[in-house]
């Protein structure tokens, strides 16, 4: 190699889904040592270090040697010792990384994604106890035009008097049919009520499964979701045909929901707790404010709104419609068209 490549450098974005506001400094320093022991340098060789929104994205020069490595990295992994894969797999993992792009100006520029994940951005809403694929209104239709992405609404059955399936198979096929779907390698959740106890043990399920999809989340909306059980739920218990399996779960000394709430503890302190966020009607008789709240320090309540009436908004202006724009928009999910066009446009300077 000659001397003039080896001080050459090469600009390197690398993506990452998880909220800016917590990427510290420890997680930062954690990150560049990482990368500098992927790539084979030591972090002071990484130059021009910048953290920037949407939602972290990492910009820095490598050397010109640790660029082709990690174009060598990112590539065909037929070619690629297990080691190296296995290597590569628990940096973008431990990282949330969804997008390695290495190259600038006169050097190589080649474009990654994790294997899995289809480009685009993918809203995914879970209704709740006998609810249905039209429980969300034009609400999916709206977000989905507003962030440009496609909606997806996942259909289970529920209800009393009908077949009814636990919290952990309806866990385990939403992952199936997500699966089916070909969930983008960007994607946010919005869910009501039951639905967000199942959305969250679909999210805690990733830690066993080899190819996880929690790390493409850039959001989970829970809506009127009784992270405590509901009070509802406890007196149908007494009522012998009211009663269901899922009615069960929902019920606040429910043994699921217990352990539910200790598994959602562990995978907050490992994701960030700003990736999830809670909002709740003043009107709602179903799930209290309390139980709505879950960990989220900021929940937001939405006047007026009963339990069902929340996610079936009648305008687009309407408050609750406004609040899930801004929740999204804040997690960054609305900026990838805008990241692609400012560095579509550094590789023609």
Avoid at 127 to 134: K, L, N, P, Y
Avoid at 153 to 160: E, F, I, L, R
Avoid at 169 to 182: G, H, I, K, S, T
Wanted: proline share 5%; with cysteine; net charge neutral.
């Amino acid at each position: 190699m000659t001397s003039s490549s080896q001080s050459r450098t090469t600009r390197v974005r690398i993506t990452m889904e998880r909220p800016f506001r917590t990427f510290g400094p420890k997680l930062r320093q954690g990150f560049l040592e990482d990368l500098a022991t992927l790539v084979g340098v030591t972090v002071e060789e990484i130059q021009d270090v910048s953290f920037v929104r949407g939602c972290v994205m990492f910009d820095g020069d490598l050397p010109w040697a640790a660029a082709i490595r990690l174009d060598e990295l990112t590539g065909s992994t037929s070619t690629k010792p297990a080691s190296e894969q296995q290597a590569l797999g628990d940096f973008m993992i431990t990282h949330h990384i969804t997008r390695i792009v290495v190259g600038r100006g006169h050097n190589l520029l080649v474009v990654r994604r994790p294997p899995g994940g289809r480009p685009g951005k993918d809203l995914v809403f879970v209704h709740g106890w006998r609810g249905d694929s039209e429980s969300f209104g034009l609400l999916p239709q709206w977000l989905s035009e507003d962030f440009k992405c496609r909606p997806l609404v996942y259909p289970y059955p529920t209800g009393v008097g009908q077949h009814s399936p636990s919290l952990v198979f309806l866990a385990r096929n939403l992952d199936n049919w997500l699966r089916n779907q070909e969930l983008a390698s960007r994607y946010a959740i919005i869910a009501h009520s039951y639905g967000g106890l199942v959305s969250r043990k679909f999210l805690v399920l990733q830690a066993s499964r080899r190819e996880p999809l929690d790390d493409g989340l850039a959001r989970i909306i829970f809506v009127a979701s009784p992270h405590q059980g509901s009070t509802f739920a406890k007196a149908g218990k007494l009522v012998s045909w009211l009663n269901s399996e899922q009615l069960q779960e929902l019920s606040g000394d429910s043994p699921i929901l217990f352990e539910l709430n200790e598994e959602w503890q562990n995978w907050i302190a490992l994701n960030g707790a700003g990736i999830a966020r809670s909002v709740f009607g003043t009107a709602d008789k179903i799930v209290d404010a309390a139980s709505a709240q879950g960990l989220d320090p900021e929940a937001i309540p939405i006047a007026g709104a009963n339990h069902t009436e929340i996610v079936r908004p009648k305008f687009r202006t309407d408050e609750v419609v406004k609040t899930m724009r801004r929740l999204l928009t804040e997690a960054g999910f609305g900026e990838e068209e805008e990241e692609q066009k400012r560095f579509a446009g550094e590789q023609r300077l």
